[in-house]
């Protein structure tokens, strides 16, 4: 049982190259989420999905986009990558309700 | 809009001190307390958390948490710590009137144990 598994875990990129960002998991959540994770500053929300085929904004979504076809995955696009994206990328799912969140091993992206 | 305070960004201890982190929230409805701690190069894991019920919660690891609604709180406390409770602890909130249960997270306080 792997839970929730992100690929690529590291990855440099150049400022206006484009890159997508790979969320898995086997645990049949429903609810998937997308976070960034600056020093100081804690996680913030990109965007989330509440089931497959639905996405929603969260506190920090421009210059991202997202895609929720299947269930199980989660992808985060950067369609034009700018060194303010440099940071780790955090995907979580859960159950519906109040439950708590699963936390994948982040991918840590930096734009030069 | 919702939001999380942690007060303390870092804090040194010493092996056996007692911890205790400030966690503040802005929100006045129904809310989900969390803590989640983060070891040095790993995900985020889950402490412990309330949702209802008992306000002194406990969690893994001798962790425990106390829930007061009064002073829109929810403190981070262990009798004792120890050199490998060194990490990044967040606090997070999210309401239980948001159907999509998303978290606030505070911005983190970073523990050193010394041994």
């Known amino acids: 049982n792997a839970g929730v598994t992100q690929t690529p875990k590291f990855r440099v990129l150049k400022t206006g190259q484009s890159m997508t960002l790979l969320c898995a998991q086997d645990?049949?959540?429903?609810?998937m989420y997308w976070y960034r994770q600056d020093p100081g500053m804690g996680l913030r929300l990109i965007h989330y999905?509440?089931?497959?085929?639905?996405?929603a904004k969260g506190e920090v979504p421009d210059g991202y986009n997202v895609s929720r076809l299947k269930k199980q995955n989660f992808l985060l696009g950067l369609e034009s990558a700018a060194p303010s994206q440099t940071s780790v990328y955090f995907c979580?799912?859960?159950?519906?309700?109040?439950?708590?969140?699963?936390f994948g091993d982040g991918t840590r992206l930096s734009i030069l | 809009a919702q939001s999380v305070s942690q007060h303390n960004h870092h804090v040194i201890l010493s092996e056996a001190a007692s911890l205790e982190l400030g966690c503040n929230y802005s929100?006045?409805?129904?809310?989900?307390l969390f803590w989640y701690v983060q070891y040095p190069g790993q995900h985020l894991q889950l402490l412990l958390k309330?949702?209802?019920?008992?306000?002194l919660v406990k969690g893994i690891k001798g962790f425990e948490a106390e829930f007061i609604k009064s002073k829109f709180s929810f403190n981070l406390r262990k009798p004792s710590v120890q050199w490998s409770d060194t990490a990044e602890y967040f606090c997070?909130?999210?309401?239980?009137?948001?159907?999509?249960?998303?978290?606030?997270f505070g911005s983190g306080t970073r523990l050193l144990v010394r041994p």
């Open positions: 309330y949702f209802s019920g008992d306000p």
């Open positions: 979580a799912s859960s159950y519906p309700g109040a439950q708590p969140q699963h």
């Open positions: 999905s509440v089931g497959e085929g639905t996405t």
């Open positions: 997070a909130v999210n309401s239980g009137m948001d159907s999509s249960y998303k978290l606030i």
């Open positions: 645990m049949n959540h429903e609810y």
């Open positions: 929100y006045g409805g129904t809310v989900n």
